[in-house]
């Protein structure tokens, strides 16, 4: 079974701080995602990777980086947290060529107050 | 989200009973993938398909590209099976990723 780490599972944090949500997996994919899910919502993709190097933008960009400095790690920065960012995150990764099957971690909460 | 209409958006159902989800989609999806989040908040996988139908205990799904639609057919519900699904499809002709927007399943003694 595919193995993504998700690193902190819990965050308080304040308004204007910056916050750093880390992925790690070991499932040597290509591909990984930063998605955020708000009730009534779904998956709403943040910025994405195919590989070391890499990244692209998502669906809902603005306020968020993104970093991937190897194949098994993707981290997520907010630089100036807002209360808009309060919600759950959910790195994936995937297989080559097209996505594939996903594979995700078990969401980071973020409170910004 | 506007690729992917996923229905009903909230179920109730009985313990014992049954009943279907589904996604329709706009495009052409190559693939889709099935979840449930859980009360601890992770989202487990519960199929992936490329075509055709998979089964897995009380759970079904079907998934034609043809058509534009994947169903999530779920017979003798437990209390544990309560929680929100997101169908999530590849399109084929960028391979992005689209989820719908969730059904909560509440299952009732």
């Known amino acids: 079974e595919a193995a993504v780490t998700q690193s902190p599972r819990n965050k308080v944090a304040v308004t204007g701080g910056k916050v750093t949500l880390s992925c790690n997996q070991t499932?040597?994919?290509?591909?990984m995602y930063w998605y955020r899910q708000d009730t009534g919502h779904g998956l709403r993709l943040i910025h994405y990777s195919y590989g070391a190097g890499s990244t692209e933008k998502g669906d809902i960009p603005d306020g968020y980086k993104a970093s991937r400095p190897s194949q098994e790690n993707f981290s997520l920065i907010l630089e100036l947290a807002t209360p808009s960012q309060t919600s759950v995150y959910f790195c994936?990764?995937?297989?080559?060529?097209?996505?594939?099957?996903?594979?995700f971690g078990e969401g980071s909460k973020l409170t910004v107050l | 989200g506007d690729q992917v209409e996923q229905s009903p958006s909230a179920l109730s159902l009985h313990e014992g009973t049954g009943s279907a989800l589904r996604c329709n989609f706009t495009t052409t999806m190559r693939a889709v993938q099935w979840f449930r989040k859980n009360s601890r908040g992770s989202l487990i996988n519960l199929f992936y398909l490329a075509s055709g139908t998979k089964e897995n205990g009380r759970l079904k799904s079907a998934f034609d590209s043809k058509e534009r639609y994947s169903t999530l057919h779920i017979r003798d519900a437990q209390l544990e099976d309560s929680g929100t699904y997101f169908c999530a499809a590849e399109a084929t002709s960028n391979n992005r990723i689209f989820f719908g927007d969730g059904t909560q399943l509440v299952v009732k003694p």
């Open positions: 499932n040597n994919h290509n591909n």
């Open positions: 994936a990764s995937g297989g080559t060529g097209g996505a594939g099957q996903l594979y």
